[in-house]
């Protein structure tokens, strides 16, 4: 299930490149193309929903997948240690891609609270 004009199907089908990091059956990593960290990693479920809370209530096998590859993702890139899982949902919280996705950031301190 794919949406035509979301770009991260678009991204998903290669007919807009990436830097791809990571994937699953269920999930895709690829670095965001305006980081906010020394790793900031953008992982999404293949499926096509929304937000990761509304995915998490129709396919939790996806969003089981997502974390499952932010995790691999954190390790791979050296920052297992210490990184922070961002998930924007709606545009009043900074979400700007309605395609479900968690932001991996790391490789820098990270205040609390976010802005
Ligand atoms: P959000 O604002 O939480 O919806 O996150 C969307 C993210 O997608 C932003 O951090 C953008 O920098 C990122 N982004 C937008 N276009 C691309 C692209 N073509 N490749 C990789 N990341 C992108």
């Keep these: ?5 979301c770009l991260f199907c678009r991204i998903m089908a290669a007919e807009i490149s990436s830097d791809k990091v990571g994937e699953s059956d269920d999930a895709l990593a690829f670095r965001d193309v305006d980081p906010k960290a020394p790793t900031h990693v953008l992982v999404i479920p293949k499926v096509h929903v929304p937000t990761l809370p509304e995915l998490a209530a129709s ?6 997948a997502v ?3 932010a995790r691999q993702v954190a390790e791979d890139d050296g920052v297992g240690d210490a990184y922070r899982l961002v998930c924007n949902n709606g545009a009043d919280a900074g979400q700007s891609v309605f395609h479900a996705h968690v932001h991996v950031l790391g490789g820098r301190p990270l205040a609390w609270p976010p802005g």
């Design 59 to 64: 396919h939790p096998e996806a969003a089981l």
């Design 67 to 69: 974390l499952t590859l």
């Design 1 to 5: 299930m794919t949406e035509k004009s």
